[in-house]
């Protein structure tokens, strides 16, 4: 096994065990809510997990927010296809969440969401613009940019099923669109606030992003459907962590 991942899973597992635990003690409450805040907690899990076993690093400097994977193109591909395997079993035993998810998937807005990508990714972009590689994160082997594509793409999937598919598909029950939508992107930064804060060293600018890329998300799921956002979220963070210069 790849040292990051045999790092990850000793970390991640125990609370991943519970955490299962409370998915099967209440298997039977009919409130969607239930097992998405179990999934919300999951998520926050296995994705802070991630620092400790070396599988990323964030930072905040002079060029703003940056975000590193690990160079081990067997980890970033085993933690991609894990992120896919465990969305498509989520979807499979949770019918009641499956039903909130709005796809959408034809090429022309999930082009539209991969362009909205690129919107997200911009305004950090713009501020690394002339700042040295070794000053955000270090350069990127262009062997490792497959195995980052698949993980940015299949993790970030799993992200927009979690807050785009069931947060924000619950909330419509309840609410207008626009505001269903400005929550979940809400609640979506928040999670990432004791990554910020505690975790990393990045702060108030990964608080920052993760609201604008989030409220991008949640306006294409509002616009066309989970697909897009999707689209949206796994070329914003395959951008932000290739090294471009």
Do not use: K
């Not at 497959?146 to 299949?154: E, G, Q, W």
């Not at 616009?223 to 962590?241: D, E, K, S, Y």
């Amino acid at each position: 096994m790849p040292a990051p991942l045999s790092a990850y899973l000793p970390i991640a597992a125990p609370g991943l065990v519970l955490l299962v635990a409370c998915l099967a003690a209440g298997r039977r409450v009919r409130e969607p809510l239930w097992p998405v805040l179990v999934l919300v907690l999951a998520f926050v899990l296995v994705r802070d997990a991630m620092t400790p076993a070396g599988l990323w690093r964030l930072g905040s400097g002079p060029g703003g927010l940056w975000i590193r994977f690990t160079e081990d193109p067997w980890s970033l591909a085993a933690l991609g296809a894990g992120s896919l395997a465990a969305t498509g079993a989520v979807l499979a035993l949770l019918p009641d969440l499956r039903r909130l998810v709005r796809w959408c998937a034809r090429p022309g807005p999930v082009a539209a969401g991969a362009a909205g990508g690129v919107v997200a990714a911009a305004p950090l972009l713009w501020a690394a613009a002339g700042t040295p590689p070794e000053a955000r994160g270090g350069e990127v082997a262009a062997a490792v940019l497959p195995a980052l594509l698949l993980v940015c793409l299949c993790g970030n999937l799993a992200e927009e099923v979690l807050f785009r598919g069931f947060v924000q598909g619950r909330l419509e029950q309840d609410a207008s669109p626009l505001r269903a939508a400005l929550a979940s992107a809400l609640l979506f930064a928040a999670c990432h606030s004791f990554l910020a804060s505690v975790v990393t060293g990045a702060g108030w600018p990964l608080l920052a992003f993760t609201l604008y890329e989030g409220l991008v998300c949640a306006l294409l799921r509002m616009r066309w459907g989970v697909a897009p956002a999707a689209a949206a979220h796994g070329v914003a963070i395959f951008l932000l962590a290739c090294g471009l210069p």
